[in-house]
Structures are given as structure tokens and as C-alpha cells.
């Protein structure tokens, strides 16, 4: 029972440098979603999707990008990584936009540092 | 956007009741109140969720007041384990998708 698996949990960056943040659930949820949190804040999103093919932008999109070429599969790009991109990012997703049995089921987190 | 506020910090023993209360006064009619934990270094962790009528699981229980301003979530026997920092937080219907307003969170501390 895996749930929402991402990684790599732990990732140093030059400033601009590019990578890829990996997301995949098995729950089969329609619904996955890209956060990110800032130490002693809540959760900010950056990206959404209500099913395979299907993408929009969230709160703060900028520097960032998103495909959903499957059900399971969530990634989140950083193209020209910038200082201000250093956080914690968190992949969830649910059943009927977290109104469905269970809420949002999040991923553990990839902690990035930009210098 | 509609806010949440909930203490800094709250002191339970292991074993006993914990009720853990959260202000809402702006809530509007379509929003959902959630419920999450967070240990450190770890995602946020599903504890419960309502609209209006009070809500049971197998972790906690959810009152809310029936002007929906405000809300408890009831830990019925404190565990070690359930010392996290909790988030209330409102989540809004239509197609907010994935939109979540966070509270300040409760540092829960669990005594042994």
C-alpha cells in the first residue's frame, strides 16, 4: 500500500540548473496536486490536475511546470532554478478533490536547496 | 480567502482526551473543514474532514459548531504518536481545486 511516493527525498541545485520531481500514487485517483511549503507556513499550490491529459495552475506557478500523461504519474519541472525556489515540495492526491473518504494523501517530500 | 486560527501549542497526557479547537468566523457556506497532521520532515497526514453535521473515524472526532465559526477535533485517548502539529484547515467547494487555507497549526505535545 504504497500511496504517493516521490522523489528524491533530498536534492542540492545551482542556480540555474533544471530537474524533475517525480509523483506516483496507485490509489487511482483522478486528482494529484504539486505544493510547496515554506518553513513555518502552510502549503501553497502550485500546480493541479483533475485527470491524465489535464493540467492548471494553481497559486504560485511561476518558474515551475506540470504534464499528466497517466493516471499515476505527477511531475513537477523546474526549469532555471532560482534561490526562491527552495522549499519543501509535496505531491498529493485524492478522490473527488479531497472531499472523498481519506481526504489528500501526500507524498514525503523532497526537500530542495538552491545555491 | 477565509482564515483559520487555532492555538500555538497544547499539552496533553497520554491516555486522556485531547480537544483541539479551531476559529473559522469567515467560513463560507461551501467550504469543508479539514483536519491534517504533520510530524517533522514528513507530508501532511489526513485526520478528518466536515461540512456541517459532526463527523466520526477511526482516528478523531469532529465537532462543529452549528454556526460552522468554529470547530474541535477530539482525540479520544492520546498516544505518544499523536504528538504532531495539527492544521486546521478550510477547503473550498466548486472548483477550487486542490485551493487548502491553512491555520497556524497546534504543536501537540503528548506527556507519557
Known amino acids: 500500500n504504497a500511496g504517493v511516493t516521490q522523489t528524491p527525498k533530498f536534492r542540492i541545485l545551482k542556480i540555474g540548473q533544471s530537474m524533475t520531481l517525480q509523483c506516483t500514487q496507485d490509489m487511482n485517483h483522478n486528482y494529484m496536486y504539486w505544493y510547496r511549503q515554506d518553513p513555518g507556513m502552510g502549503l501553497k499550490l502550485i500546480y493541479y490536475s483533475v485527470g491524465a491529459g489535464i493540467t492548471d495552475k494553481g497559486e504560485v506557478p511561476n518558474g515551475y511546470n506540470v504534464s499528466r500523461s497517466t493516471t499515476e504519474d505527477f511531475p513537477l519541472r523546474l526549469e532555471l532554478a532560482a534561490p526562491s525556489q527552495t522549499s519543501v515540495y509535496f505531491c498529493?492526491?485524492?478522490?473527488?478533490?479531497?472531499?472523498?473518504?481519506?481526504?489528500?494523501?501526500f507524498g514525503s517530500g523532497t526537500r530542495l536547496t538552491v545555491v | 480567502d477565509a482564515k483559520t486560527t487555532q492555538p500555538n501549542s497544547m499539552e496533553s497526557n497520554e491516555e486522556e482526551p485531547v480537544h483541539l479547537p479551531c476559529n473559522h468566523s469567515?467560513?463560507?457556506?461551501?467550504?469543508?473543514i479539514h483536519w491534517y497532521r504533520q510530524l517533522p520532515s514528513q507530508g501532511p497526514e489526513y485526520v478528518i474532514h466536515g461540512l456541517t453535521s459532526n463527523v466520526n473515524n477511526r482516528m478523531a472526532s469532529l465537532a462543529i459548531a452549528e454556526d460552522r465559526k468554529s470547530s474541535t477535533l477530539i482525540l479520544h485517548r492520546a498516544t505518544l504518536r499523536d504528538a504532531a502539529v495539527y492544521y486546521c484547515i478550510l477547503k473550498a467547494g466548486g472548483t477550487s481545486y486542490g485551493k487548502l487555507t491553512f491555520g497556524q497549526g497546534t504543536i501537540l505535545t503528548v506527556h507519557p
Open positions: 469567515t467560513i463560507s457556506g461551501t467550504d469543508y
Open positions: 498529493a492526491s485524492s478522490y473527488r478533490d479531497g472531499q472523498g473518504i481519506g481526504g489528500y494523501t
